[in-house]
T-cell receptor, first 111, second 116 residues
Framework: SQQGEEDPQALSIQEGENATMNCSYK?????LQWYRQNSGRGLVHLIL?????REKHSGRLRVTLDTSKKSSSLLITASRAADTASYFC???????????FGQGTTLQVKP | DAGITQSPRHKVTETGTPVTLRCHQT?????MYWYRQDPGHGLRLIHY???????DKGEVSDGYSVSRSKTEDFLLTLESATSSQTSVYFC???????????????FGPGTRLTVL
């Protein structure tokens, strides 16, 4: 079962604009993670936010977490064509070492 | 890529044949995972391993078996391949032990399997 659900499923923006993707989940979590996947490649870990954190930054990425609403958002600022990829959220709801991935948001950044 | 390789990278096989995919890591990490990725389903966990000879099922384990006789290798076997197992298969490792709060995963390049 998919715990994380991303919204929107697809997003198309112009270079230089900001891109926001949202993720909702169902059960309590230890952390929430965001991954990027370029076409034909494996997933790459972007950022992890713990359940006791509300916001985290990494370069042009900003992640927020609202555990009361069971939701997270990923903001990519000043987007570039190279940001074109699919973005997935993943949640870790226990101590099993397993992650549950959402279905992803496909981002297209037009030059 | 955290020293993760997958072989083969592409494979075409026929229904009913057994297929084994290999994941190899060079960093001696305890946790390894096999996922499949299909349009509309995202990534789904097939099996995972938390040590040599220690494995457990994921959410889509039917029709698959795994083995881990060495820390560095995690094998995924399709016992009798079916067309529904046509997919892209990803292996992943976690650098932290189970129960850790920071358990990000690192993925291999994937194996594209087509079952005719």
């Amino acid at each position: 079962s998919q715990q994380g659900e991303e919204d929107p499923q697809a997003l198309s923006i112009q270079e230089g604009e900001n891109a926001t993707m949202n993720c909702s989940y169902k059960t309590s979590i230890n952390n929430l993670q965001w991954y990027r996947q370029n076409s034909g490649r494996g997933l790459v870990h972007l950022i992890l936010i713990r359940s006791n954190e509300r916001e985290k930054h990494s370069g042009r990425l900003r992640v927020t977490l609202d555990t009361s609403k069971k939701s997270s958002s990923l903001l990519i600022t000043a987007s570039r064509a190279a940001d074109t990829a699919s973005y997935f959220c993943a949640t870790d709801g226990g101590n099993t070492g397993k992650l549950i991935f959402g279905q992803g948001t496909t981002l297209q950044v037009k030059p | 890529d955290a020293g993760i390789t997958q072989s083969p990278r592409h494979k075409v096989t026929e229904t009913g044949t057994p297929v084994t995919l290999r994941c190899h890591q060079t960093e001696n990490h305890r946790y390894m995972y096999w996922y499949r990725q299909d349009p509309g389903h995202g990534l789904r966990l097939i099996h995972y391993s938390y040590g040599v000879k220690d494995t457990d099922k994921g959410e889509v384990s039917d029709g698959y078996s795994v083995s881990r006789s060495k820390t560095e290798d995690f094998l995924l076997t399709l016992e009798s391949a079916t067309s529904s197992q046509t997919s892209v298969y990803f292996c992943a490792i976690s650098r932290t032990s189970g129960g850790a709060k920071d358990n990000e995963q690192f993925f291999g390049p994937g194996t594209r399997l087509t079952v005719l």
